[in-house]
């Protein structure tokens, strides 16, 4: 009581002015906590006050004017002469946030208690319930462990142990895995962990979806070169989508100075495509079921295109300077993170920018359109040239990532597709096509089952 009046603790004379102590009091619940002392006069001097029955019951009754329930500690000090001080201690309660008294929300702003802004109260009722009640962390419709990707699973886990951001010794069971990571609760599978691990999406989860379109000129009504849809789980998106860029944008050759030898180079770095997707498939949206994940290709630009704002408190101007980090989907985000893809700490849009400046392109545009985020990456795509160079350009590729595959398979020959694909960029229907391929020109054979099997390169 000597240091007085402040952000965490209020004075009153008596229960007379018990509304306002609640305000008050409501204020504490909205910030830190604190205490309201009935009996005390403004100097911070406790005079007390007579304390009856009916003076207990008021309180009581306050207490359920409160919204939603409060928790106080309610404590009476003798003074003098059968007078108290009654003190209302409240701590800190940050799920709960806002709580209002009488239908109105109030804030301590030093030692004043305040109505709070209806724009603060509506962001705070907003963060009470994604917190609680997150799309990603409900319990998914019909999803068994059998309907998840087990490679994909157990590849996460390998790479999070050599990460060292899960422990060697977590068990290999998939069930195991998904508790381990807040995937499963109680026993039933999580949405996050259908939209991570997934190998079935329809009819209920339509929204995991990657689309991805290669159009000839600067707008979509231009001929439409290439134009892919298909609804898989999130690490595959990233890969999908990386691996389509590398397949349609064009290769430039330049000389990099002081040096002799060649070097192709896409018209936007890898890393920073890379990124954007990752933030598309993250931060996204998934309560929109007719919600994707778009990439498309024209001959001036790449855009990336996912569902839904940008999250509350975060706007298109702090993505270009340094920001917290907020998400929308903390624990797909988290499993990113486990397997070293991103550093949930703010700084992927910087990096991005960063890596466009030292490539010497110009940085992305970042942009929300019409319930979407939209990054722009302006760039010399150029036009779809003849025929002959595009199937040149095209071959020349795929004899790369051939290459790429056999050279994994000649240093592992147990290797599996699931962990070619991630050597390789590839989605596993993309390795399995390109397995099939070497098969076929006799450059490769299957020697033992799918399963404890080994390939044999043939030259």
């Not at 009153?12 to 009091?25: D, Q, V």
């Not at 007390?48 to 009916?54: L, P, W």
């Not at 977590?170 to 195991?176: E, F, L, R, Y």
């Not at 991103?342 to 700084?347: D, H, Q």
Request: proline share 5%.
């Amino acid at each position: 009581m000597k240091e007085g009046e402040g952000p965490t603790l209020e004075f009153k004379r008596s229960t007379g002015e018990l509304k306002e102590g609640m305000r008050t009091l409501c204020a504490f619940l909205n910030s830190k906590g604190g205490a309201v002392l009935f009996g005390v006069n403004r100097r911070g001097e406790p005079e007390g006050q007579q304390v009856a029955e009916q003076t207990l019951q008021e309180i009581a009754a306050a207490f359920g004017r409160f919204e939603p329930p409060v928790n106080v500690q309610v404590g009476r000090i003798k003074v003098r002469d059968g007078r108290e001080v009654i003190a209302l201690r409240t701590g800190a309660n940050h799920e709960s946030v806002p709580f209002t008294f009488d239908g109105r929300a109030y804030e301590r702003i030093g030692n004043t208690t305040r109505k709070m802004f209806q724009g603060r109260y509506e962001s705070l009722l907003l963060d009470r319930a994604h917190a609680r009640r997150r799309w990603e962390n409900q319990p998914s419709v019909d999803i068994k462990l059998s309907d998840l990707d087990r490679e994909e699973i157990l590849r996460v886990r390998e790479t999070a142990i050599q990460q060292r951001r899960i422990s060697a010794g977590t068990s290999t069971k998939i069930g195991d895995i998904l508790d381990r990571m807040g995937l499963r609760r109680d026993g039933v599978i999580t949405q996050a962990a259908l939209v991570l691990f997934g190998k079935k999406f329809l009819p209920d989860y339509p929204q995991c979806m990657l689309k991805m379109g290669r159009f000839r000129g600067i707008n979509v009504l231009g001929d439409i070169l290439d134009n892919r849809q298909e609804h898989m789980n999130a690490f595959a998106i990233v890969r999908e989508g990386m691996a389509f860029l590398d397949r349609t944008l064009p290769l430039a050759a330049r000389f990099p100075e002081g040096k002799i030898q060649r070097e192709d180079r896409l018209p936007v770095p890898p890393n920073a495509l890379r990124e954007i997707i990752l933030n598309a498939v993250m931060h996204r949206d998934y309560t929109d079921a007719g919600g994707f994940v778009a990439i498309a290709v024209f001959d001036d630009r790449i855009e990336i295109r996912s569902a839904g704002m940008l999250p509350p408190g975060i706007t298109i101007d702090m993505l270009s300077g340094p920001h917290l980090s907020k998400q929308r989907n903390p624990l797909i985000a988290e499993a990113f993170h486990r397997t070293g893809d991103v550093e949930i700490w703010g700084r992927g849009t910087n990096r991005v920018i960063e890596e466009c400046k030292a490539y010497g392109i110009e940085p992305p545009i970042f942009e929300e359109k019409q319930g979407w985020v939209v990054v722009t990456f302006r760039a010399g795509i150029g036009p779809i040239g003849s025929g002959a160079m595009t199937n040149k350009t095209r071959e020349k590729t795929r004899e790369k990532t051939r290459e790429k595959i056999l050279r994994a398979i000649m240093a592992a020959p147990a290797i599996n597709t699931a962990e070619l694909a991630v050597m390789t960029g590839l989605s596993t229907k993309g390795i399995e096509w390109n397995l099939k391929k070497l098969k076929a020109d006799g450059l490769l054979k299957r020697i033992g089952p799918a399963r404890g099997g080994r390939w044999e390169v043939i030259r």
